[in-house]
């Protein structure tokens, strides 16, 4: 292996340890997967909640921020201190990250919406949660949806960093490359795939972005009506 270029380091370290580096890329993903589904679970409401109630929206979205800027290492190791090594403090510490853009995404799709809708909705005899549920969570979704985008995105990142206090992943086979003599084909196996996943992710949910915008949507509905007019 010594003899050979970096790139053929690369392809020999993933014939030998493709299993591993598989099994690294599904850890890492589920890691990712999981702080922000809770983010969601949490920040969605919240992000409902600040959109009707004003005076909250302020001081929540200045908390988010907040958190927002502390440096990953950080974070990390402020969690560290409190639930100690392992996975379940990357959760949170993804968790943590993912509230902003959710949490923002959500209230500013909730808050774009055409008040005339909604009040087209009240005079149809609609109660707040049918309003909510009927016009206001369909409408939005899309700008929801690319708050989840965002945070995923961020979260493969930040999970990479918390292969540094046991979590593993692929961060995991990252820092093995930096401890070897010649890691660099170590480094790119653990890299590659990171950023493969982010890609992916970022290209998944932006269809799912798009599927969902209303005023795409309604270009599909509407155009082979006018066609049809036409002929």
């Not at 340890?17 to 890329?25: A, D, K, L, T």
């Not at 969570?137 to 292969?163: C, N, Y």
């Amino acid at each position: 292996m010594e003899n050979m270029n970096t790139l053929e380091q690369f392809f020999y370290y993933f014939g030998e340890n493709g299993s591993y580096v598989f099994m690294q890329f599904i850890q890492h993903f589920l890691i990712s997967i999981y702080g922000v589904l809770l983010a969601s679970i949490i920040g969605i409401p919240i992000g409902i909640l600040i959109s009707k109630y004003a005076k909250l929206s302020n001081i929540i979205i200045t908390i988010a921020n907040i958190i927002q800027t502390i440096p990953a290492l950080a974070l990390l190791a402020i969690l560290m201190l409190g639930m100690g090594l392992g996975q379940k403090t990357v959760v949170v510490a993804v968790f943590l990250y993912s509230l902003l853009p959710i949490i923002k995404n959500t209230y500013t799709g909730i808050n774009n919406i055409n008040k005339d809708l909604i009040d087209s909705g009240k005079g149809m005899g609609m109660t707040k949660i049918q309003v909510l549920y009927l016009i206001e969570l369909p409408l939005s979704l899309s700008v929801m949806i690319a708050g989840i985008r965002i945070a995923l995105v961020v979260a493969i990142g930040i999970t990479a960093i918390g292969a540094f206090i046991g979590a593993g992943g692929l961060g995991d086979i990252i820092i093995r490359g930096t401890n070897a003599t010649n890691g660099a084909a170590i480094i790119l196996a653990g890299a590659i795939p990171t950023a493969l996943m982010a890609v992916m992710a970022d290209l998944v949910l932006g269809w799912i972005e798009r599927k969902l915008d209303p005023v795409k949507r309604n270009k599909k509905i509407t155009t082979p009506k006018i066609r049809s007019l036409n002929e």
